[in-house]
Structures are given as structure tokens and as C-alpha cells.
């Protein structure tokens, strides 16, 4: 079993699993969007760094990719991380 939390709220260098991409409506496209660039359940997330002004953006790696983005968005993707 496993830690559900938001993908904002991972710590710096830790990894989690994609549970979901929370949909704000009917056709929202940011969580489209997520899913469209590897936001998928099942795969393994690494929150590689955040900015430096409150923490923003944050340099997610998906796979070999890695994204910037809004603490906004990270807070659409639930994951599960393992217990320590």
C-alpha cells in the first residue's frame, strides 16, 4: 500500500506513481493535456527541482521527459507513493 498525495506536494528528488489526473469539468483541457504528454496511470513521476521564487515552476520528469510546470497543475496529478 502506498502514500496518495498530489504531485505538488512531492518533495524534491522523490518519485511517485501516477494514480490520476483530476478533471476540473466536461472537456477540460489541462488535465487532457497531462494525460496527452505521459501523465498516465501507472507511470513513475520525479519531482527534479522547483524554482526558486515560491517554488515555482517545477521541473517534472515523466519517463526521459521532463516538464515545467505550475504548482496549479502538479495539484490536478494524484499519485501513490511507497511507505518508507
Known sequence: MGIDMVLSDLET????????????????????????????????VRLVTRGPLGGEPLLVQVGFTRFAMRRQEAQRVRLQRPER
Open 13 to 44: 528528488g522523490a518519485v511517485g506513481t501516477v494514480d490520476a489526473v483530476h478533471d476540473a469539468g466536461p472537456d477540460d483541457l489541462v488535465a487532457r493535456r497531462l494525460r496527452d504528454i505521459g501523465f498516465v496511470s501507472g507511470e513513475t
